[in-house]
């Protein structure tokens, strides 16, 4: 039998390993992991966006079903039919064969990025894993400092591979430009997010996009946070998100050249998979060199069954619950702003992290929300720098209105018992 040293306690003396300096930089987030009731929580039941851990029910602000898709009878509904015609999982790869749904999904999603084609897989850790050592070749990876942990491993197997990885500043598009003009690679990949998922900001799209191509590099951007509510803006849009939720690309008015787009389906569209928006002849390649699509298992069908019932679902209704989403989201940051709280969020999208003044307060800010019955990821060390140590509240278009009310008057209460980030001088300002 196989014997598994177990991981040491969080006490443990330190060592000289890396797992030794992970396990004391997670160190934190483990005694919150064991002592915390808003982590590693069982959810016994859930009611719209009201869920049940043990007898205590609370309104979720840690969902990222964004759109409220995953909650939507006519997406529930659709799902039986596709699994009478095609079981419930096409356990081939990908390269063996895929059931015409991952076809007819690849299509609709280039036609709704307006894009040349896209490519479907599992997950978007996974493309990050295969596609970005493709990319850098043994090339230089130019990596956001802040950019998802997911992209950080990419990165770290497109170093194993032989390329060369260097960081640059955060929101920072001049300093790209630096370590750009100094480096004489042939091969040049620039890795970043699309909307931050902490700030809930996007950056600057305009000016990277434009340092990639005057450099001759590929911007790889992971907008998960992004797809499905922002997108192209527009004279008849119904909120700043603009309108389609065909992701950050379209929302900055730019092309596709030198830009690869990877988002996921798992948040806004409320199911299992992920894609690349890519050439064909990029797409081509990665079927053979990018491994999931030969080595690993695809997505369930119900999964591909609601991301083609999101797709009509967003054609007919998408506009007007993201204007929903917005107005709730406005709701939570007028308040924010009227009570002096910092938030990073300068954009209006749905994502609000709320940090601490003091990083040692986060258990108790924890139990004091979960006691008032609202539910949000605690964003601890070292998922964020200790001095953005807080609570991320996610809004959904599936958060009701009281639900809302609730949320901030817990804040409101919170604001006067913990000591949080006073604003600074440009907050959003609804
Ligand atoms: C920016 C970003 N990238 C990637 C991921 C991972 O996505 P997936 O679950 O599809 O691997 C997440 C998950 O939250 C994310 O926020």
Known sequence: MLSVRPLAPASRPVGDGWVDRWLAACSDLAELERSNPMTDAVIDEISGRMI??????????ASCNYLGFDL???????????????????????????????????????DLLGCEDTLVLPTI???????????????????????????????????????TVKRFAF???????????????????????????MTGNAPDLN?????????????????????????ERGAAELCPYGKRGNSIVRHFGESYDNIVLV?????????L????????ELKRLLKTAAPPYLYSGPSPIASLATVLAGFDLNEKRGDVIRADLWEKTNRVLRRLHRLGIHTPNRSGFPIVEIPLARHEDIDQVGRFLFDRGIYVTLAAYPLVPKDE???????????TRAEIDRLLEVITELANAFDLQPARHAEYAA
């Open 52 to 61: 049940r851990i043990g007898d205590q029910w609370l309104a979720d602000f």
């Open 72 to 110: 939507d009878r006519d997406i529930i509904a659709a799902v039986p039919e596709y699994l009478d015609r095609w079981g419930t999982h096409p356990s081939w790869s990908r390269l063996l064969g895929s059931p015409v749904l991952y076809e007819q999904i690849e299509a609709r999603l280039a």
């Open 263 to 271: 988002a996921g389906l798992s948040k806004s569209y409320s199911s």
């Open 171 to 197: 929101e920072d598009p001049d300093d790209l430009e630096r370590l750009l003009r100094a480096d004489q690679s042939a091969t040049r990949l620039i890795c970043m997010d699309g909307v931050n998922s």
């Open 273 to 280: 998979a992920a894609f690349i928006a890519c050439p064909s």
């Open 207 to 231: 000016a990277f996009a434009r340092v990639a191509r005057e450099y001759d590099a590929i911007l790889y951007v992971d907008d998960a946070h992004g797809f499905g509510i922002i997108g």
């Open 389 to 399: 140590v807080g609570f991320r509240v996610q809004i959904t278009a599936a958060n």
């Open 125 to 163: 850790t996974l493309i990050h894993l295969a596609v970005i050592p493709v990319l850098a070749r043994d090339g230089t990876v130019f990596l956001d400092r802040r950019a998802h942990k997911t992209i950080y491993d990419g990165c770290q197997l497109a170093r194993a591979h032989g390329a």
